[in-house]
């Protein structure tokens, strides 16, 4: 069901939103009857923070489905993700301010180790430094200007994460992906979905084989993983369909580029990685200009894709620092959930619910006591899909008039 005209019918000015994302927060025991991260993790003022709030359960995109961040975060800011869809490409290109035109096709990379016979050892490539990456661009801009009569041009993004966008003529995003999710296998070769996507599938076989022709003598960045070939989508705006004036707050590209896609004005932030005090400064300097924010954490999701359970627990633990400089700027509705699970047991995202922790004026009574996936199914808010979050964020904040007579 599209709520959208009803949503923009309906929306009147009210108090201002905080949407925090935990990236992967929720997760799974290292075994059976165990606990999870988050139930491992020290965090005092989280738990303060959820016995006065009330708390429940989010599936972010459809049981069973594990969703990549992009329709996951979608789904949280209101947009249904089966309806609105984008490739990560055009995320990452749209999060670093590329180049990125009507007619492109953007692929988001992942650098990898391949072994002699051209298997994957490690999908990350060991997660180099952003300095590295840059380095290994360098040389690629170099030697790959083109392929056949398409420009190809590659942009750093973190870590072992970079961008290609393809610019000529008769592109389409129609192909499959390169990267077989799992160490063990080579490289999958691209394949077109469609007749018009034939060429673009090709191309990206050549750049494959150039790329590793290239870093054959790199010993650890010597492959390229390609997923999410998209071209560049558009979107209702959260200005036009909730009346809101939205502001994004987030270290990574990818998650810039979702937050841009919607119209939020992505705020700077300084330092490097997950950077906390910086997302903390941006939030405090800029807190009277806009009546919505997004402020996201990615370092919870990257520790359970490496399969490092008690990295995570430190990084909810950090997060929990921070938390009382978040409760002093008093928003009058503070919502705190993830994008998807990412249990380090799994070293993948996962299908599993989140928890979901509301604060606002006007609660029901709730049993929950701590930020967990076993006391969120205690929670006054029952279990709620992520489309549905939104306009319970505007409800609470006053944000929405009566619907009918």
Same mark, same amino acid.
Request: hydrophobic share 40%; aromatic share 8%; no cysteine.
């Given at each position: 069901?599209?709520?959208?005209?009803?949503?923009?019918?309906?929306?009147?000015?009210?108090?201002?939103?905080?949407?925090?994302?935990?990236?992967?927060?929720?997760?799974?025991?290292?075994?059976?009857?165990?606990?999870?991260?988050?139930?491992?993790?020290?965090?005092?003022?989280?738990?303060?923070?959820? /016995?006065? +709030? =009330? !708390? *429940? #359960?989010?599936?972010?995109?459809?049981? @069973?489905?594990?969703?990549?961040? $992009?329709?996951?975060?979608?789904?949280?800011?209101?947009?249904?993700?089966?309806?609105?869809?984008?490739?990560?490409? /055009?995320? +990452? =290109? !749209? *999060? #670093?301010?590329?180049?990125?035109?009507? @007619?492109?096709?953007?692929?988001? $990379?992942?650098?990898?180790?391949?072994?002699?016979?051209?298997?994957?050892?490690?999908?990350?490539?060991?997660?180099?430094?952003?300095?590295?990456?840059?380095?290994?661009?360098?040389?690629?801009?170099?030697?790959?200007?083109?392929?056949?009569?398409?420009?190809?041009?590659?942009?750093?993004?973190?870590?072992?994460?970079?961008?290609?966008?393809?610019?000529?003529?008769g592109l389409?995003?129609?192909?499959?992906?390169?990267?077989?999710?799992?160490?063990?296998?080579?490289?999958?070769?691209?394949?077109?979905?469609?007749?018009?996507?034939?060429k673009?599938?090709?191309?990206?076989?050549?750049?494959?084989?150039?790329?590793?022709e290239?870093?054959?003598?790199?010993?650890?960045?010597?492959?390229?993983?390609?997923?999410?070939?998209?071209?560049?989508?558009?979107?209702?705006?959260?200005?036009?369909?909730?009346?809101?004036?939205?502001?994004?707050?987030?270290?990574?590209?990818?998650?810039?580029?979702?937050?841009?896609?919607?119209?939020?004005?992505?705020?700077?932030?300084?330092?490097?990685?997950?950077?906390?005090?910086?997302?903390?400064?941006?939030?405090?300097?800029?807190?009277?200009?806009?009546?919505?924010?997004?402020?996201?954490?990615?370092?919870?999701?990257?520790?359970?894709?490496?399969?490092?359970?008690?990295?995570?627990?430190?990084?909810?633990?950090?997060?929990?620092?921070?938390?009382?400089?978040?409760?002093?700027?008093?928003?009058?509705?503070?919502?705190?959930?993830?994008?998807h699970?990412?249990?380090?047991?799994?070293?993948?995202h996962?299908?599993?619910?989140?928890?979901?922790?509301?604060?606002a004026?006007?609660?029901?009574?709730?049993?929950?006591?701590?930020?967990?996936?076993?006391?969120?199914?205690?929670?006054?808010?029952?279990?709620?899909?992520?489309?549905?979050?939104?306009?319970?964020?505007?409800?609470?904040?006053?944000?929405?008039l009566?619907?009918?007579?």
């Open positions: 069901m599209d709520l959208f005209p009803v949503l923009k019918e309906l929306h009147q000015p009210g108090g201002k939103i905080l949407l925090v994302v935990l990236d992967g927060v929720g997760g799974l025991p290292l075994e059976p009857g165990g606990a999870t991260e988050l139930e491992a993790a020290k965090t005092p003022n989280l738990d303060r923070l959820a /016995a006065e +709030s =009330a !708390l *429940g #359960l989010l599936t972010p995109v459809h049981p @069973g489905l594990a969703p990549g961040s $992009g329709p996951g975060h979608l789904a949280l800011f209101g947009y249904d993700p089966f309806r609105y869809v984008v490739g990560r490409g /055009a995320l +990452s =290109a !749209l *999060g #670093l301010g590329a180049d990125f035109r009507e @007619g492109d096709v953007a692929l988001r $990379g992942n650098f990898a180790t391949l072994d002699a016979q051209g298997k994957v050892v490690d999908r990350r490539a060991g997660r180099p430094s952003t300095e590295e990456n840059r380095r290994v661009i360098a040389k690629l801009k170099e030697a790959i200007p083109h392929i056949e009569d398409v420009e190809v041009h590659f942009y750093t993004e973190s870590e072992h994460r970079f961008l290609v966008i393809l610019r000529g003529e389409s995003d129609g192909i499959t992906d390169t990267d077989p999710q799992k160490a063990g296998l080579p490289p999958l070769a691209a394949k077109p979905l469609d007749e018009a996507s034939a673009t599938a090709r191309l990206v076989n050549l750049l494959s084989e150039r790329i590793r290239v870093l054959r003598d790199e010993p650890r960045l010597n492959g390229a993983l390609f997923r999410g070939a998209s071209k560049r989508p558009r979107f209702p705006s959260l200005k036009e369909v909730f009346g809101l004036e939205a502001a994004a707050i987030a270290s990574y590209p990818m998650y810039k580029g979702l937050a841009a896609l919607v119209g939020m004005e992505v705020l700077p932030v300084e330092g490097e990685g997950d950077a906390h005090e910086g997302k903390l400064k941006a939030l405090k300097e800029n807190w009277e200009r806009y009546e919505f924010f997004y402020l996201h954490f990615k370092k919870t999701d990257a520790k359970g894709e490496d399969g490092d359970f008690w990295g995570k627990v430190r990084e909810i633990e950090r997060f929990d620092a921070l938390l009382p400089e978040l409760l002093a700027l008093k928003p009058e509705v503070l919502a705190l959930t993830g994008d699970s990412t249990p380090a047991l799994l070293k993948a996962s299908w599993h619910p989140v928890p979901l922790l509301l604060k004026p006007y609660l029901r009574r709730d049993e929950a006591r701590r930020f967990t996936e076993a006391e969120a199914l205690k929670g006054s808010l029952g279990h709620l899909r992520g489309v549905e979050l939104m306009p319970l964020l505007l409800a609470h904040a006053g944000r929405l009566k619907y009918g007579a």
